[in-house]
T-cell receptor, first 113, second 111 residues
């Protein structure tokens, strides 16, 4: 199984809502990532979890809150987002941070209204 | 031909021709590089990787070349097919901590 599964595929939320994005992998990977991708741009790193601990936070606003409940799951909790946060949110995993092939999920298309 | 501007750089090639997509990476501390293909509405898909102790690696119809002296990476696609139309990103792993993506190139295959 070389899949990274993200749910939901699409999400529309208001600026006062609280929602969560979910990501799951069963490859035994110990590094998991959240990326944000705007149209016609490359994915931009948000967070890296290494062995279930947050190792990199790329100065992401606190309205984005990551969580790694176990080695297979990664969540991104969203609260009080702005319309400019609308983007494709991608989850990825690899054997270790920055090592081994990084597998990406299909992403969650988020629209903030 | 290739164009650069406010939009993604675009490379247009005739079906059956070979494609060469280039990428300049930024960090000399990076020791692992990946090429990804991203189709519309999908996540990036792994194509091929190369470690810094190599200068060439071949896969099925694809070859990656690495020139560490000038920090340059290229992806060659042989006999380009319509299904190869997508955006291609190179990614590097500065200090082995994460993956940083280049700006991307849109490959358009003409019939």
């Amino acid at each position: 199984d070389t899949e990274v599964t993200q749910t939901p595929k699409h999400l529309v939320m208001g600026m006062t809502n609280k929602k969560s994005l979910k990501c799951e992998q069963h490859m035994g990977h110990r590094a998991m990532y959240w990326y944000k991708q705007k149209a016609k741009k490359p994915p931009e790193l948000m967070f890296v979890y290494s062995y279930e601990k947050l190792s990199i936070n790329e100065s992401v606003p606190s309205r984005f809150s990551p969580e790694c409940p176990n080695s297979s799951l990664l969540n991104l909790h969203l609260h009080a987002l702005q319309p400019e946060d609308s983007a494709l949110y991608l989850c990825a995993s690899s054997q270790g941070p920055g090592t081994g092939e990084a597998f990406f999920g299909q992403g969650t298309r988020l629209t903030v209204v | 031909g290739e164009s650069v501007g406010l939009h993604l750089p675009t490379l247009s090639v005739q079906e059956g021709d070979n494609s060469i997509i280039n990428c300049a990476y930024s960090n000399s501390a990076s020791d692992y590089f990946i090429w990804y293909k991203q189709e519309s509405g999908k996540g990036p898909q792994f194509i091929i990787d190369i470690r810094s102790n190599m200068d060439k690696r071949q896969g099925q119809r694809v070859t990656v070349l690495l020139n560490k002296t000038v920090k340059h990476l290229s992806l060659q696609i042989a006999a380009t097919q319509p299904g190869d139309s997508a955006v291609y990103f190179c990614a590097e792993n500065p200090y082995g901590q994460n993956f940083v993506f280049g700006p991307g190139t849109r490959l358009s295959v003409l019939p």
